[in-house]
């Protein structure tokens, strides 16, 4: 059984600095996807990472994945309050078709 | 390009009532998934369709849940009857079944059973 673990689950932190994200799974995979989720709404696409020591940036956000590893970051670069949300990694076993795994989830409040 | 809709948006039920929730895919997207979001965590997979096919319900509380897709575009997830453990987001994604097969997610019912 697949197993996805995020750390930390509430990060509170101030405007202008830098953290990071951990998602780990437990089992082979080849696709590792992540999504932002604000407070009553759905989840949001931001990144998909599709082989080992892919990385993709978008704005103040940078996710890697490490395969060997089983571990994908999510960094954030000089936080601003926009990017208050809950983050969420999925990942999807390989060879079983698109079936998406969600980790717990990163409640992330960004304090001016 | 409209995205997933979901109807209703909210639902607040008595246990042991029926309630249905539908979706309308993304056009041209032929894979559809139904999932459950309880508070404060991920989503879970409840049923995976491949058009009219569903390919993977494991996940499905066959007992009191069932779905379909009959023509291979909107979906109906229905539960008979609800428990006061039901109440949780169910959200509709869908996808294409093409690599990276990357999901795209409804706005969710929420659902409250009392």
């Known amino acids: 059984e697949l197993k996805v673990e995020q750390n930390p689950l509430f990060l509170s932190m101030q405007e202008g600095k830098n953290y990071t994200i951990y998602c780990n799974y437990s089992?082979?995979?080849?696709?590792l996807y992540w999504y932002r989720q604000d407070p009553g709404k759905s989840l949001e696409s931001l990144f998909v990472?599709?082989?080992?020591?892919a990385v993709k940036q978008e704005g103040r956000l940078m996710a890697s994945l490490d395969t060997k590893a089983r571990l994908s970051t999510l960094h954030i670069t000089a936080a601003v309050h926009d990017l208050s949300a809950t983050y969420f990694c999925?990942?999807?076993?390989?060879?079983?078709?698109?079936?998406?795994?969600f980790g717990g989830g990163t409640r992330l409040m960004v304090k001016p | 390009e409209a995205g997933v809709v979901q109807s209703p948006r909210y639902k607040i039920i008595e246990k042991k009532q029926p309630v249905a929730f539908w979706c309308n895919p993304i056009?041209?997207?032929?894979?559809l998934y139904w999932y459950r979001q309880n508070l404060g965590q991920g989503p879970e997979l409840l049923i995976r369709?491949?058009?009219?096919?569903?390919?993977?319900d494991s996940q499905l509380p066959k007992d009191r849940f069932s779905a379909e897709r009959l023509k291979g575009v909107d979906s109906t997830l229905k539960i008979q009857p609800a428990e006061l453990g039901d109440s949780a987001v169910y959200l509709c994604?869908?996808?294409?079944?093409?690599?990276?097969?990357?999901?795209?997610f409804g706005p969710g019912t929420r659902l409250t059973v009392t």
């Open positions: 994604a869908s996808s294409l079944y093409d690599y990276p097969y990357e999901q795209y």
């Open positions: 089992t082979t995979s080849d696709r």
């Open positions: 990472l599709l082989s080992n020591g």
């Open positions: 999925a990942v999807d076993i390989k060879g079983a078709g698109n079936m998406l795994t």
């Open positions: 056009s041209g997207h032929n894979t």
């Open positions: 369709y491949e058009n009219e096919e569903a390919v993977d």
